[in-house]
Each structure stands twice: as structure tokens, then as C-alpha cells.
């Protein structure tokens, strides 16, 4: 959505699943392919007319929060998507994960030498997304590599977001305004938690929500009926707007399926204002003095 934002035009998707590809269709207004990666089909675009490849692999076999696997099989994608560097050959590749990826050592070592010897330029940074203007405390790591030009870091934006910037401005109507379904004692629970303070002991991640501060990482939260997240003046959990507007999504942008699908959209998206930010920073590219970040 952020390279849309910044200009960029979108040739097309890749996804597994059914719904996920149809929200990426029906918001991005170009086609998804429904293909299995693993399986390394051909993705039927023109080669020759790729300047970015954008790569998200799932991160579950990295992230800190969930179990650690060195053998997970969803961490071998990263390697699949390098293959379809090699065989697209865009100008510009990006990967975003989660901060785990650093210290799992190998496969990270796997991305630096495999696109050095597909002779890109390399660099990767940590990014802080609430320093580019997303109201939420949230890390992730990028990888930019281009053919010509060093990258750089993405410019930060100059401002402090807060929940309340994004979480009132919705839009009532929205599809996915549909107020959760939660028993008496988790909306109990909600009202007897004050503003920033946890839902349950020992869940720091799981809060209600504090209008003037950031949010915590938004994540996928499974099929769970308690919510990750209470809004900071209703007794109840977000909607799945809620999340896509502290997500930085367009108020117009919809995400298909029920609300368990959008919760894991959402917990799984690059926010757009970041993406946007990378997107303008390879844009920028030809004016970097060239410098390498690590
Ligand atoms: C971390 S999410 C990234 C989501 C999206 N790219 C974004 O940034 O908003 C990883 C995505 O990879 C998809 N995925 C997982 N395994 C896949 C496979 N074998 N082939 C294609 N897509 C796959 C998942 O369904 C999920 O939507």
C-alpha cells in the first residue's frame, strides 16, 4: 500500500491464501496471484518490467515473541524469494521481518551473500515505526538492496504519534467496524483497567490502550475471543478498522474475510506509512552519497 501511496505503480501480488490475495485485489486494484511460493511456480509477469521486488516472508519462525525455530519450515521461504530474485532480476529488492532475524544468524547471512552475489548493494536497517509516523511500538527490520545505488535509511518523519490521532478517525460505517462479540467478563475486565494498563498480569502486550501514548505491536492475536487490545474509551476490543487505522491503513482501505481473517492481516501488514517511507527512500536513491550502514 505505501509504494502505491509514494507512486510507485503495482504490477501485482503474490499470496497463499484466497482472502488475503482478494483484500490486496479489491485495495490495490491489481491482480494477486493465489500461488504457493514453496512450490516455486512461475509468477506470470513480464520479467523485464521489474524495477522493485517487495518480499514479506512469514516471520513466525523468527519472531521473538513466538517460539524460535531454526528449522521452521516457513524460514526456508526467504530462500525461495531469493531464488525468484535471481530469476526476476528487478533493479531494487526489499525484505521486511521481524527483529529476530538478525540474531538467527545463517539465514540472515544467507540474504547479505546471496544478493551480494546477484551483484546488489546491500544495506539493512532496524526500523523504529513510530518514527515514521505510526502510532504504535514496533520494530521491524528491512532489507533494501539495489543493483546501482547504495541504499539508505529511510527519512524519519518529524512528529510523535499518538492513538488518539488514528483511533477516533474512522469511519463509523466501515465494513470492518463490526464491534467484537465479547462476554460479560472480558467487557467487566475492560472496565475495570484504566488506560494503559494491562488486561491481564503478566501481559504487558495486551492492554487498554492509552490515547496519548503509542500502541503496543500489534499482533495477529489468533482465533482468541479476548482481545489483544481495548479501546481506551469503550468497553470493548478494537474492531478490525481500529487496528488497520493504528495500522496507518487508508479509512477506505477494506480487508475481506470475517474478523479473525482481519485480525491476522492486520497483525501481519508493513505499515503503509512505513512502507510509504521506503518506498520515497528508493525513490531517492540516485542523490545517496553511498554509504554503507553496517
Ligand atoms: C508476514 S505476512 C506479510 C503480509 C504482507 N506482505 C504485508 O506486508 O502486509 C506473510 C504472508 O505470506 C503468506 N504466505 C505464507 N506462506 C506462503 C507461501 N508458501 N506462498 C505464498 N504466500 C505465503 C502468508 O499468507 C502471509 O500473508
Do not use: W
Not at 16 to 24: I, L, N
Not at 44 to 58: E, K
Amino acid at each position: 500500500m505505501g509504494f502505491k501511496q509514494a507512486g510507485f505503480e503495482i504490477l501485482a501480488g503474490v499470496e497463499k491464501e484466497e482472502v488475503y490475495a482478494d483484500t490486496f485485489q479489491n485495495n490495490i486494484k491489481k491482480e494477486c496471484f493465489i500461488l504457493d511460493l514453496s512450490k516455486q511456480p512461475k509468477i506470470p509477469v513480464d520479467y523485464n518490467n521489474v524495477d522493485v521486488l517487495i518480499g514479506g516472508p512469514p516471520c513466525q519462525g523468527f519472531s521473538l515473541s513466538g517460539n524460535r525455530d531454526v528449522d521452521d519450515e516457513r524460514n526456508s521461504l526467504i530462500s525461495v524469494f531469493l531464488d525468484y530474485v535471481e530469476a526476476i532480476d528487478p533493479k531494487t529488492v526489499v525484505i521486511e521481518n521481524v527483529e529476530g532475524i538478525k540474531s538467527l544468524g545463517e539465514e540472515f547471512e544467507l540474504i547479505q551473500n546471496k544478493l551480494n552475489s546477484y551483484g546488489y548493494f546491500l544495506n539493512y536497517y532496524q526500523l523504529d515505526c513510530s518514527k515514521y509516523n505510526v502510532p504504535q511500538k514496533r520494530e521491524r527490520v528491512i532489507v533494501i538492496a539495489d543493483k546501482k545505488y547504495i541504499p539508505n535509511k529511510p527519512m524519519q518523519v518529524n512528529n510523535t504519534p499518538k492513538v488518539k490521532d488514528f483511533i477516533y478517525d474512522i469511519d463509523e460505517d466501515h465494513v470492518n467496524h463490526e464491534i467484537p462479540n465479547q462476554d460479560d467478563n472480558t467487557i467487566q475486565r475492560i472496565a475495570q483497567t484504566n488506560q494503559g494498563e494491562p488486561l491481564y498480569e503478566n501481559y504487558n502486550q495486551r492492554i487498554r490502550l492509552n490515547e496519548n501514548e503509542l500502541a503496543p505491536t500489534i499482533v495477529c492475536g489468533g482465533t482468541r475471543p479476548q482481545p489483544q487490545l481495548a479501546h481506551p474509551k469503550e468497553d470493548r476490543g478494537l474492531t478490525v478498522h481500529e487496528r488497520a487505522r493504528l495500522q496507518t491503513f487508508p479509512k477506505e482501505y477494506i480487508f475481506c474475510g470475517g474478523k479473525v481473517d482481519g485480525r491476522v492481516q492486520t497483525g501481519n501488514a508493513v505499515p503503509p506509512n512505513l512502507s510509504k517511507s521506503i518506498a520515497q527512500a528508493i525513490k531517492k536513491m540516485p542523490e545517496n552519497k553511498g554509504v554503507f550502514d553496517y
